[in-house]
Each structure stands twice: as C-alpha cells, then as structure tokens.
C-alpha cells in the first residue's frame, strides 16, 4: 500500500529545488543587470526643472534666422529676433502690434508670411515670378523689383491667414493698415491718414501703383 510514497517524496523534493534554482538564478541576472546601471545617486539628471528655456523652444521648422528675409513657419509680428519683422519701419511696425493684441482679443493671431526683404531676396524673388510667368510686364503684376518694392525698404508686411486678412479688411483702417492691392489682400502698408479718413481706394495690382513705374 505505501511503497510509491518514498518515490512521491523525492518527486516533491525535486521540484521545490528546481523551483528555488530558477528563482536564485533570477534574482542573480536581475542583480547583474542593475549592478551594470550607473548610480542614481551620482549619475547627473539629463534635464531639470532649472534647464528648462524661458521661453518655448522653437519649431524645428523655426530653427535658424535669416539675415534675407526669408519667413519660417509662426513668425507673428511680435518676433523680434525675426530681421523680417525686426527690420520693418517702426511706425509699421507699433501699429501691427497694436492691431494684433486687439484682434487676439477676437482669437485671431497676425502671422507674418513676409516682411522686410533684403534687396537679394527681393531680386531672387522678382527672376522667379519672370521665369513664372514669361515676362517683365506680367511679373510685376505679382512681384516688386527690388528697387521699387515696399518690402525692401521695411514698408509692407504679407499677412498669413484668412481670419487674420478678414480682421484687418474690416478693422485695419483704425490702425492706419491698409490693403493696397486688390489681388493681394495679405499685402498691408502703413497710412496715417486712414485712422481719420479711412483707406484709400487699392490698386488693381501692383503694376497700378506709380511707384512700380520707377
């Protein structure tokens, strides 16, 4: 009757060792591994509270300025670092400000597609819209020569977004913006005058304007 418990026994036996191999050998690979770890308690922290930038950082879009002009992605009209933006006229430029942190108040943000332009940038610019569009006289419907553009001297700003654009056709006067191409409702230019008398009639395009005439 008890001659298979003897067997049972060691059958037992058996597998509480195994089991307690198997749990000695984790606990030592598991000890390997964090033995290899560098100490937490000496190791430096790859960022901390204190590193972070006082401002965010900017989208990889965004990550170098350019001395010609050229506009990254979000500029607004309150980057200064931007020589697009930095190097428009200053009286452009306050009354931009101004418009837009009352034009934020309605949730709408002035995005800056193009500011000031170097005479380069401007150039390049104008040989691409003639390329384009197969001659002098149909280029300059669209683009300025350097010598005659208002975004070279820092007088025009190309405005990004619809609701943005909507906003100033409707508001830009009381801040002396005003839209002065008909076929370029982004393109705004300071006039004083318009705070009182509203803005004047705009050209067609820019081949309109007696100062592409120069």
């Known amino acids: 009757m008890n001659r298979n418990r003897p067997a049972r026994a060691s059958t037992r ?28 308690s000496s190791a430096s922290p790859a960022w901390s509270q204190s590193d972070a930038p006082a401002q965010p950082p900017r989208d990889e879009n965004r990550a170098g300025l350019d001395e010609t002009g050229r506009v990254a992605d979000g500029v607004t009209v309150f980057d200064d670092e931007e020589p697009a933006v930095a190097n ?28 000031w332009r170097s005479h380069e940038y401007q150039d390049q610019l104008f040989q691409e819209a003639v390329a384009a569009y197969g001659s002098r006289e149909e280029a300059v419907r669209w683009v300025a020569t350097p010598a005659t553009s208002p975004h070279v001297s820092g007088d025009a700003v190309d405005i990004g977004h619809e609701d943005a654009m ?3 056709s409707e508001h830009g006067a009381e801040y002396g913006l005003c839209q002065i191409y008909d076929n370029e409702p982004w393109h705004y230019e300071l ?24």
């Open 13 to 40: 036996a058996f597998r509480r060792l195994l089991v307690v191999g198997v749990v000695v050998v984790a606990a030592a690979s598991a000890a390997a591994v964090f033995s290899s770890l560098p100490d937490s």
């Open 88 to 115: 428009l006229d200053a009286e452009l430029l306050a009354a931009l400000r101004q418009a837009a942190s009352q034009a934020a108040d309605d949730g709408v943000e002035f995005i800056v597609n193009s500011g």
């Open 166 to 168: 909507a906003w100033l």
């Open 191 to 214: 006039r004083p005058e318009a705070i009182e008398h509203g803005c004047a009639v705009t050209y067609t395009d820019p081949s309109q304007d007696p100062r592409m005439q120069q």
